[in-house]
């Protein structure tokens, strides 16, 4: 915590978190900064393998300008360290005696074969909490096997239920596999934390990405198991049962926007549409018929869905993304626009909220806006980013020497040797 | 493995008053009682919530007990029924709230202020007590008592904006696909305010915005707003470094197979695989390159969906898999079940519930070595343990249950 200068305590001040992982595992560590951690990012001595993901600041392509470390690396110091040499492994080693969490993401078996396993570290470090990310988890059929994104939200069965009908199962165009597993990680990180702060015991958590992802698919498991319904995926539609579907997205003037037309315990916002196509003239009979109130979520038969389309089709393109996001507000509508990234930088409520913290970052003139806390805590504590992500080694002389007490020559020796 | 008295859970002793509804606050103290916390649950058989009226049932729709979403989400609980508009009900809660060491809920803000249960009235009978709300859009500002759940959120938050092929319309990532994002946010958040209680004796509300978790899922896409002035937009299942990169047919109806070359190394592995003799189309100059053939990238895809129909998308991935090309079957919601992997995680587990009977549920994804979490009980019918809680664990008499049912407070 050497150089964070906090008015009040974070909720996570007291800890420190050794942080070995790559694109993999990043948000892990960025999860438990934001909470307070004092969060060591262990990079090798070429800078971070997420260094190589776009996209990059101004397209410049230097490993120091990849956006997707900006947004994951935040809030954390960086070393440089190979591990994989003699010197390097002594000096992980001692690292781990101090820290508290230790995160990593290699493929499993990698730190075993350099004598960094959890039971290895355990011995240094009884307290150690180990977090293991990996795409299937540490053994069984698949653990071995190549998952890149796009494998792992295929396997995790969350490409099935996406995208259009008449075509492949889709992805998202941003990775998602091991952001779900990251966040996972966190979460572990804290149950086995609490299991620590009532014994002193650390123990070793191991995710399983595959099953992240399979944790993300609503009721569709469920269906399969109770009902014998496979859900299928219908693009702009959702499959809600066997003969129920409801639409999501919708084009509008300018974009698009998502709106479901349900029952149950929506039918007042239902309503609250209704009403605004009556008010527009371009109500529909066959609509306002329908008895909402007592028509279960999810439960709108795939004709009456069919027949629905048209009039509220036409509603909506006859408004804008704004129109229509405004005057749901207003209406308490359950509707919102399909925002860009653009709308989400200009968004009122995150304006209000004061969400987006300006990091300052070499060499640029102005602070760069990054997303900000993903919690706050009202009382005593603070949480949320105060620190841009670090360059390559950026914090080697304040870890290596000022808190592990290695002297200036020493650091030169492992500079020159290619330890750091 | 599971949870023995040799192996306690991390949560044990962790008293939860729950007020979540829907999916992800839900799904949020699932995780607790998982992993050894006590989660009363309350409910108000008046208004049913959502999800005890959501597709799929096991026999009747008519039955607010036998909801397979409902049942997933809630399991290990205790399930209690409190009309929250009779003028008893605060009282009561109060007197829980000296119980509890958590409040959760995700109500629409001001909900609990309406019912004289905000913090700060929590607060004045147990100091300690950390409260965890959230919402849509958070407390405070011009929208936070907008309505809204999971599905639409996925849109607000920048989600469906980038799922989709160039060429047509964008779709929502399947499902309430954020109410599934923010349970590790919130899980994480609530443990580290409960070591700060522990560290400092003070009590926290805990306040997340879902909108405001959600974007670290695109962070990096608003990053290249705030510097490049750029709008990414969806690529279909494009990735920029690799090709082929995409989703391929295979033998059968909808099946399909997920192909990543992501070096050199692995595209010559595929090329032996498609070509085994060494010639065709693999070995065609064009393709010799990642640049190659990135820009012939519509034609790379139109020959590999050539080649895939013959397979069997298991055999295939197991194929590409042992000669270490990345390689997955597109899993459908039946097959997680049969799923070899997913199986040896024990990813589903099997519980007997009084009107569903025997059902899957997903258990954590996680293995702690030490203190691995369990699932012990079925999600709770409406009310089943209303008695049991109020005169078991927070101490009414018999006759105080017995006036506030007869009063109406516990419909």
Not at chain 1, 68 to 78: D, G, H, L, V
Not at chain 1, 131 to 151: E, H, K, L, R
Not at chain 2, 237 to 255: I, Q
Not at chain 2, 266 to 294: C, V, Y
Request: net charge negative; aromatic share 8%; with cysteine.
């Amino acid at each position: 915590m050497a150089d964070r200068q906090p008015t009040s305590e974070y909720l996570l001040s007291p800890y420190r978190v050794l942080d070995l992982t790559d694109d993999r595992g990043l948000l892990c560590g960025k999860m438990l900064a934001d909470l307070g951690a004092d969060v060591i990012q262990v990079e090798p001595p070429q800078g971070n393998a997420a260094r190589r993901l776009g996209p990059f600041a101004n397209d410049d392509v230097r490993p120091e300008n990849s956006l997707f470390w900006w947004a994951y690396a935040a809030n954390k110091r960086s070393i440089t360290l190979d591990i994989e040499t003699v010197d390097g492994c002594i000096l992980l080693r001692r690292l781990a005696k101090q820290a508290d969490f230790l995160i990593e993401s290699f493929p499993p078996g990698y730190l075993a074969d350099l004598g960094l396993a959890f039971s290895d570290l355990k011995e240094l470090n009884p307290a150690l909490v180990m977090v293991s990310i990996t795409a299937f988890g540490q053994d069984g059929p698949y653990a071995n096997y190549q998952a890149t994104d796009i494998v792992g939200m295929a396997l995790g069965g969350f490409m099935s239920l996406t995208g259009d009908s008449d075509r492949a199962p889709l992805r998202l165009s941003f990775p998602h596999f091991y952001l779900h597993g990251s966040a996972a990680g966190a979460t572990g990180a804290m149950l086995a934390h609490a299991h620590r702060a009532l014994t002193g015991e650390g123990q070793h958590v191991d995710v399983s990405c595959q099953q992240a992802v399979a944790k993300t698919l609503a009721h569709a498991p469920q269906s399969w198991d109770i009902e014998g319904v496979i859900i299928k995926r219908m693009g702009v539609f959702r499959q809600t049962s066997a003969d129920t579907k409801v639409r999501v997205n919708w084009r509008c003037k300018d974009g698009y926007i998502n709106y479901m037309l349900q029952g149950g315990s929506v039918a007042a916002s239902t309503r609250a549409l209704l009403a605004w196509l009556d008010e527009e003239g371009m109500g529909d009979d066959y609509l306002n018929d329908i008895n909402w109130e007592e028509l279960g979520y999810g439960l709108v038969r795939t004709e009456v869905m069919e027949r629905i389309v048209e009039p509220l089709q036409n509603f909506f393109e006859s408004k804008t993304k704004d129109e229509l996001s405004q005057g749901s507000v207003d209406r308490r509508i359950l509707l919102f626009p399909v925002a860009t990234p653009r709308d989400l930088l200009e968004h009122p409520q995150l304006e209000a909220r004061k969400y987006f913290r300006q990091l300052e970052q070499p060499g640029r003139d102005t602070a760069v806006t990054h997303p900000g806390a993903f919690v706050s805590a009202m009382g005593a504590a603070q949480v949320g980013p105060s620190r841009r992500a670090p360059l390559i080694g950026e914090h080697n002389f304040q870890i290596y020497c000022e808190e592990l007490g290695l002297s200036k020559e020493e650091l030169s020796v492992l500079k020159q040797g290619g330890v750091i | 493995m599971v949870a023995t008295p040799n192996n306690p859970k991390p949560l044990n002793g962790l008293k939860v008053l729950d007020f979540c509804w829907v999916v992800a606050g839900p799904m949020v103290t699932k995780y607790l009682g998982e992993y050894g916390a006590t989660v009363v649950r309350v409910e108000s058989s008046k208004r049913p919530e959502t999800l005890r009226r959501a597709a799929p049932f096991k026999g009747s729709s008519e039955s607010i007990n036998t909801s397979g979403y409902f049942a997933n989400y809630n399991t290990d609980k205790y399930g209690i029924t409190i009309d929250m508009r009779h003028p008893r009900a605060k009282d009561l809660i109060l007197r829980a709230v000296e119980w509890a060491d958590l409040v959760t809920e995700n109500f629409t803000p001001g909900t609990m202020e309406r019912w004289g249960l905000g913090y700060e009235e929590l607060r004045a009978v147990n100091p300690k007590i950390i409260m965890f709300s959230t919402s849509m859009l958070g407390r405070g500002g011009p929208m936070e008592s907008q309505p809204g759940f999971g599905p639409v959120l996925s849109s607000l938050a920048g989600l469906t904006h980038i799922t989709g092929w160039p060429d047509r319309d964008p779709v929502n990532p399947y499902g309430a696909y954020t109410d599934f994002i923010v349970p590790r946010f919130a899980v994480a958040a609530i443990v580290s305010g409960l070591d700060y209680r522990q560290r400092n004796g003070k009590g926290l509300h805990l306040d997340m915005s879902q909108l405001e978790a959600s974007i670290h899922f695109s962070a990096p896409f608003i990053l290249d707003c705030v510097v490049n002035d750029r709008v990414q937009g969806r690529q279909g299942n494009r990735d920029p470094g690799a090709a082929p990169h995409g989703v391929y047919p295979c033998l059968g109806d909808d099946r399909w197979i997920a192909i990543a070359c992501t070096s050199d190394q692995q595209w010559q592995s595929l090329q032996n695989h498609i070509a085994p003799t060494g010639d065709g189309w693999p070995f065609e100059k064009r393709f010799a390159t990642l640049m190659g053939r990135k820009a012939e990238e519509d034609e790379l895809d139109s020959l590999m969906g050539q080649w895939t129909p013959v397979w069997d998308d298991r055999k295939l991935m197991e194929t590409l898999q042992a000669s270490g090309v990345p390689a997955g079957m597109v899993n459908d919601t039946s097959d997680l079940f049969q799923d070899p992997q997913l199986i040896h995680r024990q990813h589903f587990q099997y519980l007997d519930h009084p009107e569903i009977g025997v059902y899957a549920t997903e258990r954590s994804e996680l293995t702690l070595s030490l203190t691995p979490g369990n699932i012990e009980r079925p999600a709770p019918l409406m009310g089943q343990h209303t008695e049991e809680v109020l005169t078991g664990f927070w101490g009414l008499s018999t006759e105080e249950y017995q006036s506030l049912k007869e009063d109406g407070a516990l419909d």
